[in-house]
């Protein structure tokens, strides 16, 4: 992997002041990129811009409301006085909404979450495209940090899905529009991200998200860092259009019970019929021989869910005297 592609390119971070914007900002200007950092909170962006050139990157922060598009028009001066060219804009800033029906939104929170999530993001990629188009960047990009409730929506989050879901939609076209002239368009879609977004969500509410994700834990900011890095270098010229998840599998599909046949790949252990009772029970003879010695176990529905543990660990649930048991693995370790 070579990221050198990246260096001395000019990009626009909306929502620089923390969580995934802030991750992005920091790994682009690691890497050599210019970073205009934007976010309302001159405090918490100063201080981001001040971290990055404290470790001899370039930066900048733009105090800007993304909700309004005339700012994000100004940001997009701003980095072209200050640099004299643009080739990326990430549009990162956005709130989310959540958890009641769709009836008990108020028309205010439409207003509220569209004009951040939906028309500021029209506008990153308006004024961001014009101006990439502008300074000739031979490797332009735009990035539009979606969500994975712009691929699957979410109960409860009618205003939120449906922003997320048009900013997905906004970048397939653009990225249409603008295959032939060079500019790559692609949305990440990160899954539960460790952010501020959650707030003070209590640990238990956290380990519901770790649970609800295939991976089991949540991701972190730089996660998503990493393929903005990807998609702003000129390995990803032919990534375009395409809305990727940053999830840990949480939205490859619903998830259901499923256990493993041989645990053994984890822990190291030599892979051994013996040591799974699914092995066993798809070799008509060891069925055979575990129906012998516990009848009807092999039309038990329970058996499925115990796939992956091993007789040993089953024998006491099952209340088999050990000196049966010990039979049973003989004759099986014959097979
Ligand atoms: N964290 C997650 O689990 C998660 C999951 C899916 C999608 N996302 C998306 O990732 C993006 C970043 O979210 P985050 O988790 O880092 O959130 P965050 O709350 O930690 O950070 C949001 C950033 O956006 C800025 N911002 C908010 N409103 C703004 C405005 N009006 N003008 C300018 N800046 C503004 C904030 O200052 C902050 O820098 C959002 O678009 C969010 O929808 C996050």
């Given at each position: 992997?070579?990221?050198?592609?990246?260096?001395?390119?000019?990009?626009?971070?909306?929502?620089?002041?923390?969580?995934?914007?802030?991750?992005?900002?920091?790994?682009?200007?690691?890497?050599?990129?210019?970073?205009?950092?934007?976010?309302?909170?001159?405090?918490?962006?100063?201080?981001?811009?001040?971290?990055?050139?404290?470790?001899?990157?370039?930066?900048?922060?733009?105090?800007?409301?993304?909700?309004?598009?005339?700012?994000?028009?100004?940001?997009?001066?701003?980095?072209?006085?200050?640099?004299?060219?643009?080739?990326?804009?990430?549009?990162?800033?956005?709130?989310?909404?959540?958890?009641?029906?769709?009836?008990?939104?108020?028309?205010a929170d439409y207003n509220r979450i569209f004009s951040l999530n939906s028309e500021g993001v029209f506008a990153g990629m308006k004024y961001g495209a014009e101006a990439i188009f502008k300074s000739k960047s031979d490797g332009g990009f735009l990035i539009n940090v979606a969500s994975v409730a712009g691929l699957m929506p979410q109960s409860g989050q009618a205003l939120y899905t449906a922003t997320k879901f048009g900013v997905i939609g906004m970048t397939r076209v653009a990225a249409m529009d603008y295959a032939k002239y060079g500019i790559t368009v692609n949305a990440i879609c990160p899954g539960y991200t460790r952010t501020s977004i959650f707030g003070d969500a209590a640990d238990a509410a956290?380990?519901?998200?770790?649970?609800?994700?295939?991976?089991?834990?949540?991701?972190?900011?730089?996660?998503?860092?990493?393929?903005?890095?990807?998609?702003?270098?000129?390995?990803?010229?032919?990534?375009?259009?395409?809305?990727?998840?940053?999830?840990?599998?949480?939205?490859?599909?619903?998830?259901?019970?499923?256990?493993?046949?041989?645990?053994?790949?984890?822990?190291?252990?030599?892979?051994?019929s013996r040591s799974t009772i699914a092995a066993i029970m798809e070799d008509s003879k060891g069925a055979a021989i575990v129906n012998r010695y516990l009848p009807g176990f092999a039309d038990n529905e329970q058996v499925k869910q115990a796939y992956g543990m091993t007789f040993q660990a089953?024998?006491?649930?099952?209340?088999l005297p050990e000196n049966v048991m010990n039979a049973m693995l003989e004759e099986l370790d014959q097979l």
């Open positions: 992997m070579d990221f050198s592609s990246v260096q001395g390119k000019v990009a626009i971070v909306t929502g620089a002041s923390r969580g995934i914007g802030k991750a992005i900002a920091e790994v682009f200007a690691e890497n050599g990129m210019k970073v205009v950092c934007a976010a309302r909170s001159l405090d918490q962006g100063q201080s981001v811009v001040n971290n990055i050139v404290s470790k001899g990157a370039d930066a900048i922060f733009v105090q800007t409301d993304c909700s309004n598009a005339q700012q994000i028009k100004a940001l997009v001066d701003a980095a072209i006085a200050h640099y004299g060219r643009l080739d990326g804009f990430v549009s990162n800033a956005g709130m989310g909404m959540g958890g009641t029906p769709l009836h008990e939104y108020e028309m956290m380990s519901f998200f770790e649970k609800d994700c295939p991976s089991g834990r949540m991701g972190d900011p730089r996660e998503c860092a990493y393929l903005a890095l990807f998609l702003a270098s000129d390995m990803a010229r032919y990534i375009s259009g395409a809305a990727i998840p940053v999830d840990g599998a949480l939205s490859a599909g619903h998830k259901s019970v499923t256990t493993w046949k041989h645990p053994e790949l984890i822990t190291g252990e030599a892979l051994s089953l024998a006491p649930m099952l209340g």
